[in-house]
C-alpha cells in the first residue's frame, strides 16, 4: 500500500510538470491554430513540449506501478492532486503570486474531486456485454454535446474560453478511458488479433487524437488553472457515467454515500468558478507562455 500511495503521489507530480511544459509551449502559438491540425504540427518540434509528453509518459509508469499494488479508487484520488503541484508552478514560471482565492480554488476543485471519486467508487460491469446501437446512441450523444460546447467556445473571452474547450476535452478523454477498457479486455481474453479485428480499437485511436488536439488547444487558449482543472475534473466523471450505462458498472449510492459524492462535484463546480473570476488568472491569460507576450485575444 505504500509503494501505491508513493507512485501515486509521483504521478501527480510528473502530469503536473507535464502539464506546465506542455501548456507553456502552446501557449506560444498564435490563436489561430486553436484547434487545428498546424498547432500539433509545430508542437511536435518544440523540445520543450516534447519533454512534456515523456514526462506524461513516465507519469502513466507510475501510474501503473500504483494500480499494480493499489486499487482504482486509492490511486486516481491521489493523483488529482497534481493540480495543487501544477497550477502554482504555472503562476511561478509567470511570475504571478496565488493568492487566497486561487489557492482555496485549486484546492477545491482537487479535494472535490477525490471526494467524488472515494465516495462513488465504481466497480463491476462488464465491458463486452454491449450492442452496436447502445454504443453508437452513446457516441452520438458524446458527440453531439462535444459539438455543442465548441460552439459555445467560440463565443466566450478569456479563461472561460480555455475552461469550455477543457470541457469538451474531458468529455473526450472520458470516453476514451472507456474505449480503451474495451481494447484491453479484448486483448486479454482474445489476443492481439481480435483487438484489432473490433472496431473499438480504432475509436481508441481517433478519441486519442481528437482527445490531444482539444487538449493542447486548451492550453493555447488560457492559463493552466482554467484548463487543467475542467479536464481533470470532466474525464473521470465521464468515464464512470459511460461506464455505468454501458457496462452496467454500479457506483455507491444511499446516504451518506451520495451526499458526498454531490458535495464533492459541487466542490470542483465552486472551484471552477472561483479561478475562472479570479484576477490572477486573469492576469495569466495575458501572458504568452515565452516571454510573456500579450495575447492577442
Known amino acids: 500500500m505504500v509503494i501505491a500511495v508513493l507512485a501515486s503521489l509521483a504521478a501527480g507530480v510528473c502530469f503536473a510538470v507535464a502539464g506546465v511544459l506542455q501548456q507553456w ?25 516534447l519533454s512534456g509528453i515523456g514526462l506524461a509518459v513516465v507519469a502513466y509508469g507510475f501510474q501503473s506501478l ?35 482565492r486561487e489557492w482555496l480554488g ?6 472535490g474531486l477525490a471526494l467524488a471519486l472515494l465516495s462513488a467508487r465504481p466497480h463491476g460491469g462488464d465491458p463486452r456485454a454491449v450492442d452496436l446501437l447502445t454504443w453508437l446512441l452513446v457516441v452520438g450523444v458524446i458527440t453531439a454535446v462535444v ?59 481517433a478519441a486519442s487524437a481528437g482527445g490531444l488536439l482539444l487538449i ?13 482543472t475542467v479536464l481533470d475534473a470532466t474525464e473521470p466523471v465521464v468515464a464512470v457515467t459511460v461506464g455505468t450505462v454501458l457496462f452496467g458498472e454500479a457506483i455507491h ?12 462535484l459541487a466542490l470542483v463546480g465552486a472551484g471552477i468558478v ?12 495575458g501572458r504568452r507562455g515565452r516571454g510573456g507576450r500579450d495575447r492577442t485575444a
Open 66 to 100: 500504483a494500480l499494480a499494488f493499489g486499487p482504482l479508487a486509492l490511486v486516481q484520488p491521489l493523483i488529482v492532486a497534481e493540480l495543487v503541484f501544477a497550477v502554482p508552478l504555472s503562476a511561478r514560471l509567470h511570475r504571478l503570486r496565488l493568492g487566497p
Open 147 to 205: 459539438c455543442t460546447v465548441l460552439a459555445v467556445a467560440r463565443v466566450l473571452t478569456g479563461p472561460w474560453r480555455a475552461s469550455a474547450t477543457a470541457l469538451a476535452a474531458g468529455a473526450v478523454m472520458g470516453t476514451q478511458s472507456v474505449l480503451l477498457a474495451v481494447t484491453v479486455e479484448h486483448l486479454r481474453d482474445d489476443g492481439p488479433l481480435a483487438a484489432l479485428a473490433a472496431w473499438q480499437t480504432y475509436a481508441l485511436v
Open 274 to 285: 472561483s479561478l475562472d473570476t479570479s484576477p490572477v488568472v486573469m492576469a495569466l491569460h
Open 216 to 228: 493542447q488547444s486548451a492550453f493555447q487558449q488560457g492559463p493552466l488553472a482554467a484548463s487543467m
Open 25 to 49: 509551449a502552446a501557449a506560444a502559438r498564435p490563436d489561430a491554430e486553436a484547434l487545428t491540425a498546424r498547432l500539433l504540427g509545430h508542437l511536435a518540434r518544440d523540445p520543450l513540449w
Open 253 to 264: 449510492t444511499g446516504w451518506p454515500v451520495s451526499a458526498a459524492t454531490v458535495a464533492g
Open 106 to 111: 485549486t484546492c477545491a476543485v482537487a479535494a
